[in-house]
């Protein structure tokens, strides 16, 4: 007694092409998956400011390598707004608030670059203004009392790991800058 098979073309050559996919996947390499972001992924930066002067503030931001950002806090100081008028010198400069009275403020603009090993490169630009009582000063032949603006602004430059440790610099003024970058 003898079987006979028949098979259609099509079906032998189903059966081999799903045979061809069976064994290329088994051939593929395998998928490292890592726990690291890319060195030019999103990095949360904290930037922490404690300040006798300008108040204390801070504030949780992500950005990518080579990109700057600009923080910036507007709080009143001790004592109140100090009142100032339009007519006062260098007025459109001043950080004010809803009555045209000045208030202090703090800026700064980070702008850090992650190196291959997962350094920061990082420029930090500091500025800040605030009112120490008011003075006298003529201005357009008028006697006006306007805020005595304190300024301080001051450029620096570090490195710090990304990996979640704190650095922590003291400015001239003696203000305390800390930034935490964390992948």
Request: glycine letters at 8%; charged letters at 15%.
């Amino acid at each position: 007694m003898s079987l006979s098979f028949k098979l259609s073309a099509v079906s032998v050559v189903a059966s081999l092409a799903f045979g061809m996919l069976v064994t290329a996947a088994h051939a593929a390499t395998p998928i490292t998956v890592t726990s690291q972001s890319a060195l030019d992924g999103p990095i949360r930066y904290t930037v922490r400011v404690t300040s006798k002067q300008f108040g204390n503030s801070q504030e949780t931001r992500t950005i990518r390598s080579g990109e700057s950002d600009d923080f910036t806090w507007k709080t009143v100081p001790p004592g109140g707004p100090v009142p100032a008028t339009d007519s006062c010198p260098n007025y459109s400069s001043l950080p004010t608030d809803t009555n045209g009275a000045m208030i202090r403020q703090t800026q700064i603009r980070f702008a850090p670059v992650v190196a291959s090993d997962g350094t920061a490169s990082v420029q930090l630009s500091f500025q800040a203004q605030t009112p120490h009582g008011v003075k006298t000063v003529t201005s357009g032949g008028k006697t006006l009392k306007c805020p005595n603006n304190v300024s301080v602004s001051q450029i620096v430059r570090f490195t710090m790991p990304t990996n979640g440790s704190t650095k922590t610099l003291t400015l001239n003024d003696g203000t305390e800058v800390a930034v935490t970058a964390k992948r």
